[in-house]
């Protein structure tokens, strides 16, 4: 396993962007698929996004599809969500995830039981 701390969060007006931060505070994440999720108040923890070790193949929730960006430089050992033209529904506290069986999610999706260690994760709130 592998401890890991986010950062990037912030209360926001709709319609700004915020880029989350991903980095682990011991070893590399450089040989391990990442995954961004969120919790939003009353609701269950969801899928947003996610990127296998290389870099080379990215997922994501069809809700952020097309607003949110997963990146990762291994040179830094950080994984990167960009989010844009931020809405009040994409409130939620955001958690960082590091696993590895991309393998799996071409065929079936990405899972949260696909990822064994996990941020204690970022405040997004976004004010309308």
């Known amino acids: 396993q592998v401890q890991l701390v986010e950062s990037g969060g912030g209360l926001v007006q709709a319609g700004v962007s915020l880029r989350l931060s991903c980095a682990p505070s011991?070893?590399?994440?450089?040989?391990?698929?990442m995954g961004w999720f969120r919790q939003a108040p009353g609701k269950e923890r969801e899928f947003v996004a996610a990127?296998?070790?290389?870099?080379?193949?990215?997922y994501y929730a069809h809700s952020v599809k097309g607003q949110f960006t997963i990146s990762r430089d291994n040179a830094r050992n950080t994984v990167y969500l960009q989010m844009n033209s931020l809405k009040p529904e994409d409130t939620a506290v955001y958690y960082c995830?590091?696993?590895?069986?991309?393998?799996?999610?071409?065929?079936?999706?990405?899972?949260?039981?696909?990822?064994?260690?996990w941020g204690q994760g970022t405040q997004v709130t976004v004010s309308s």
């Open positions: 990127i296998t070790w290389s870099g080379r193949n990215t």
């Open positions: 995830a590091a696993g590895g069986n991309s393998a799996s999610w071409g065929r079936r999706g990405v899972q949260s039981t696909d990822f064994g260690s």
């Open positions: 011991g070893r590399t994440t450089g040989t391990y698929d």
